[in-house]
Structure formats: structure tokens, C-alpha cells
């Protein structure tokens, strides 16, 4: 499971395009295929493997809390805030194109990670990586729609969603296993320079093996929409900045200032974006879609969801490496559990009994908040948890996975044909607002317990996990009963 999103980084499965007319390529569809699934896997193992190795990136950089929280968050901010753009730019300048100059962008960016001297450094390139993340990831599905049809489109979106499933259990591993390796003695290092060779990789067979452009596709697409960008990325570093940082500086003036201008700037977004779709104009977020039936909800629930994963991860990360010494790979086997049953309930809702549908939503929200705090007890005082821990781990991932799957595959069939590439972008852009609100604001409760530990009476790691597993079990039962005000309207 995701700080980054079970989805991972990238729109869900929704868009369906006209098959493109250009032949998949010479050398077949399943090296395209392969091509863009690995890209796919490469930036979502990149999401899930830092989570193991922030407390070694923590006592290696000296960082501090907020630090940390910045290397994790950095990623998404930048991912989430450029996506649509990303999507956009692959309809002007091609989808080959625009790929393979993310790729070339989150490998160079993942070099600087590996080589950074110190936490600004890192949380610099993380952006970078970020925007890397947000050219290359759009395209996936983009060249997946166009060049597969039929029943070979199907199985094309089955491995996507293989994927997906597959890339949080092996992140959390992988992670574990190049940080305990301490390859050469780099450390963390290695869980950024990995990707520098499959990277290389990609960009050699990827320029061979993906289709060319259309030439006609920049006359089709719809305008970039630069000031909403501004905005809406001035919106979210109003918001971010001082949830992470504010808690270490004991709050001051300017962190609630910051905040308050955080909810100018995004009212001032949602006018935008309202006068441009007036004139005619292409918003990055179509003011429409927020008011299609189920749309509003949905990102309610889906910020719900992500924010409880991604501060889930981050905060149990830091308290079993820290709080009980585990070892980073026993960290990473550790989250194994959530992540496969995450993926399993992800792929297989669909077919479970009709009369259950109905309920796996709020149910799911319910099972996770049950399941966290079953995880902040097992682990208070110290206690390592024993077997029955490895369960609620399970009950996790379960309890994300139906409250995640159902809503995103609910809120895409309901929009219209031609709504459904902004819907897609919106609700991919939202999972990646979730982690970061997740990051920021449960890590900054959870850093916030620890800050007076050996003082008396302070909290101990335990207790400071046990607060933020019982704020993220409300979070979680509000999304449980959000749907409720509007089944009675």
C-alpha cells in the first residue's frame, strides 16, 4: 500500500479514446507494452521504497522531522500539481515524446537524489522527480487507449492494474533490502540510484519501441492553462508549507497566515478556472465535473483515503525503525501484509456477491479505522505486537482497498464520454493530494508528540503512534458516513 497511493502515481483506467489509426509499432505491442508498464512500475516503486528509508535518510542528512516530511512530500506536490499539465503536454507535442522526456527527467532527478550532500538538496530533486513523474505518467494510459483495442486492450489494462497492485509490496521490500544491504556503504543511497539504470534502459529501448507521434495531435489539444497552474501550485505550497514546518517552529504567526491565504488562493483558483470554462477556455479542473452528481464525494473520499495511507505509513515507519529498532528490511517485510491484500481486494471487489456492493465503501473506511487503531494498540508501550499484528496490517490494506477501488471506478463511469479524461486527471490529481495532506498533517502530529521525548511526563514513540492511529481511525469514519447527507438529499 501507497504514501503514494495504492493508484500509484498516474490516472485510473477510464479514458477511451478513438484507437489510433497509426500502426502499435514494428516490433509488436508487447514491447510497447512492456516499455510503458515498467516506466509505470519504476515511479510507483520510487513512491514506496523512500518510505523505508526515511529514518536512514533522517540520522545520515541529520533532517529533521519537517525535512523528512518534505523528502516524502516533495514528490507528490510536484506530481500532483503538474499531472494535468503532464496529460496535456502528451496531447500537444506526442506521447512518445513527452514520455520519454519524463523518463530522461525522473532518471537524471533520481542520479541527483542518490548523489545529494544534504536534506534541501534532496527535497530539490524530489521535486524534480516529481515533475518527471508527472510527463511521464500521463502517457501510460494514453498509449495503452490509443494502440491496444479490444480484447488485447483489456489485457493490456489487466497487467496495468497487475501493476499497480504489485508495486507497493515490492517498493516496501525492495526499499527494506537496499538500505540493510548498505551497498557499498551508500546507505539509502541505492534506493534512488536504482532507477538510473532502468531508466537508461527505458530511454534506449523506449526510443525504439514506442510509436511515433501523430503529427496532426498538437492541432487537437486543449491549452495548458499556465495561470491556473500558478495557482493552484501557489495553493497547495500555502497549504503544505506550514503543516509540515509549522509544528517544529511551535506554530508561529505566519504558519495560520499561510494557511488562511492557502484558502484565498484556491477560492481564487475555483473563479479562475470558472471565468476561463465561461470564455470558452480549457481549466485544468473543468468546474462541470466538480458538479457532476458523485464527483464531490468522491474527492472527499479519496483525499479521506490517501491521507489515512500516506499518514499511516509515515508515521508507523518512523516509530518501528525508531521507536523499536527494527532493521529497515524487517520494516519493509513488516508492510509487506497491507500492500498484497491491498492489491488482492483492489483486483477482485468486483466479483464479490452484488448485495455486499452497495456497502463496500463506508464499510471499508470502517474496517481501515477499526484495523489502525487494532495497529496503535498492539504496539502501545513498547510492545512489538506480536502475530495478531500482521493481521491488523491486513485489515488495513483491506479496509483502503474497498474504500479506494469502488469510489475511483464509480466516480469515472458516471461522467460523461467526453468529461472522462478530466475526470480521470482530476481524481488521480486528488489521490496525490491526499498523500501529501497525509504526510504533512499526521506526520506533523506524530513529530509533534516526540518533541519534548526524555522530558517528564512526555509521550514516548508508542504513545505519539497511538494518537495519530486514533486521529486517522476519524478520519477515516468520516469517510465513512460522508455519503449520508447526500443519500437523504
Known amino acids: 500500500m501507497t504514501t503514494t497511493t495504492p493508484a500509484g502515481p498516474g490516472p485510473a483506467p477510464g479514458i477511451r479514446p478513438a484507437p489510433s489509426k497509426t500502426p502499435t509499432t514494428d516490433n509488436g505491442p508487447g514491447r510497447l507494452l512492456a516499455v510503458v508498464l515498467t516506466a509505470q512500475f519504476m515511479a510507483l516503486l520510487d513512491v514506496f521504497i523512500v518510505n523505508v528509508a526515511v529514518p ?22 510536484a506530481y500532483a500539481v503538474l499531472l494535468i499539465t503532464g496529460a496535456r503536454l502528451g496531447d500537444r507535442l506526442g506521447h512518445r515524446r513527452v514520455h520519454l522526456a519524463g523518463i530522461a527527467v525522473f532518471t537524471a532527478a533520481s542520479l541527483a537524489c542518490g548523489l545529494a550532500g544534504g536534506t534541501g538538496e534532496l527535497i530539490a530533486f524530489r521535486l524534480v522527480q516529481g515533475a518527471g513523474s508527472a510527463l511521464m505518467i500521463p502517457q501510460v494510459l494514453s498509449l495503452i487507449q490509443r494502440h491496444f483495442t479490444g480484447e488485447a486492450r483489456s489485457r493490456a489494462l489487466g497487467a496495468y492494474s497487475a501493476v499497480l497492485a504489485t508495486g507497493a509490496a515490492a517498493g516496501q521490500v525492495l526499499g527494506g533490502v537496499l538500505v540493510s544491504a548498505d551497498l557499498f556503504g551508500a546507505g539509502w543511497r541505492p534506493v534512488f540510484l536504482v532507477n538510473v539504470p532502468l531508466g537508461a534502459v527505458l530511454l534506449a529501448v523506449g526510443s525504439r519501441v514506442l510509436p511515433r507521434d501523430d503529427a496532426q495531435a498538437g492541432e487537437r489539444s486543449r491549452g495548458l492553462d499556465l495561470p491556473g497552474l500558478v495557482l493552484l501550485g501557489a495553493a497547495v505550497s500555502l497549504l503544505t508549507v506550514p503543516l509540515v514546518l509549522g509544528q517544529e517552529e511551535h506554530w508561529p504567526l505566519w504558519s495560520w497566515l499561510c494557511l488562511t491565504a492557502a484558502a484565498v488562493v484556491f477560492a481564487l483558483f475555483q473563479g479562475y478556472e470558472s471565468r476561463l470554462a465561461r470564455r470558452g477556455g480549457a481549466p485544468l479542473i473543468a468546474p462541470r465535473l466538480l458538479r457532476h452528481p458523485g464527483i464531490g464525494l468522491a474527492v472527499f473520499r479519496l483525499l479521506a483515503v490517501m491521507a489515512v495511507n500516506a499518514g499511516f505509513l509515515f508515521s508507523l515507519t518512523l516509530h518501528i525503525q525508531g521507536g523499536l529498532g527494527y532493521s529497515a528490511l524487517r520494516a519493509g517485510l513488516t508492510f509487506a501484509p497491507t500492500a498484497v491484500v491491498f492489491g488482492l481486494a483492489g483486483l477482485t471487489w468486483r466479483k464479490w456477491p452484488a448485495a455486499w456492493q452497495r456497502h463496500l465503501v463506508p464499510a471499508g473506511f470502517l474496517f481501515a479505522g477499526l484495523s489502525v487503531t487494532w495497529v496503535g494498540l498492539a504496539l502501545r508501550g513498547g510492545s512489538h505486537g506480536g502475530a495478531g499484528l500482521h493481521a ?7 479496509g483502503l482497498a474497498l474504500a479506494f477501488s469502488p469510489t475511483l471506478i464509480r466516480a469515472l463511469a458516471t461522467v460523461r464520454p467526453e468529461d472522462a479524461a478530466d475526470a480521470s486527471g482530476l481524481l488521480a490529481t486528488v489521490t496525490q493530494l491526499g498523500q501529501l495532506i497525509g504526510v504533512a498533517a499526521f506526520g506533523a502530529l506524530f513529530l509533534n508528540r516526540l518533541e519534548s521525548l526524555g522530558a517528564p511526563g512526555a509521550y514516548t514513540s508508542s504513545d505519539a503512534l497511538l494518537v495519530c492511529m486514533y486521529a486517522l481511525a476519524a478520519t477515516a469514519t468520516l469517510g465513512a458516513v460522508s455519503g449520508l447527507v447526500r443519500r437523504r438529499r
Open 56 to 77: 536512514t535518510i533522517g540520522s545520515d542528512l541529520h533532517a529533521s522531522g519537517a525535512g523528512l516530511q518534505l523528502v516524502v512530500a516533495g514528490y507528490s506536490i
Open 392 to 398: 491488523a496490517f491486513a485489515g488495513v490494506g483491506v
